[in-house]
């Protein structure tokens, strides 16, 4: 069982910058697509970015794109997603996800992630 735990989440200003980070515990990272998902009040969980297991290939959701990183490090079973020039409309509670897979095949689909941490709340005002 994986188990999966946000921290970094917090308020910032309107342009602002801010980074998230998801440590992972029991399971072999390396085989872990890892992903970032959020959630605004009243809104349904949305795909942010992924990052493959190993060859480190990245996909984004075309309102981040140019803005977040997504990174990982596997020596230390991290994952982080680095957000500069934030925007009102990126608060929202962000989650970590993962799915174990040995492709490279990146997913968008919240579905396709078997495990879920618990959330970090990001407040970015105008």
């Known amino acids: 069982q994986v188990q999966l735990v946000e921290s970094g989440g917090g308020l910032v200003q309107a342009g602002g910058s801010l980074r998230v980070s998801c440590a992972a515990s029991?399971?072999?990272?390396?085989?872990?697509?890892m992903g970032w998902f959020r959630q605004a009040p009243g809104k349904e969980r949305e795909f942010v970015a992924v990052v493959s297991g190993n060859s480190g290939r990245t996909d984004y959701a075309d309102s981040v794109k140019g803005r977040f990183t997504i990174s990982r490090d596997n020596a230390k079973n991290t994952v982080s997603l680095q957000m500069i020039s934030l925007k009102p409309e990126d608060t929202a509670v962000y989650y970590c996800a993962a799915r174990a897979t040995t492709t490279s095949y990146l997913v968008r689909t919240r579905d396709a992630y078997q495990y879920w941490g618990r959330g970090t709340q990001v407040t970015v005002n105008s």
């Open positions: 029991g399971g072999t990272f390396s085989f872990l697509q």
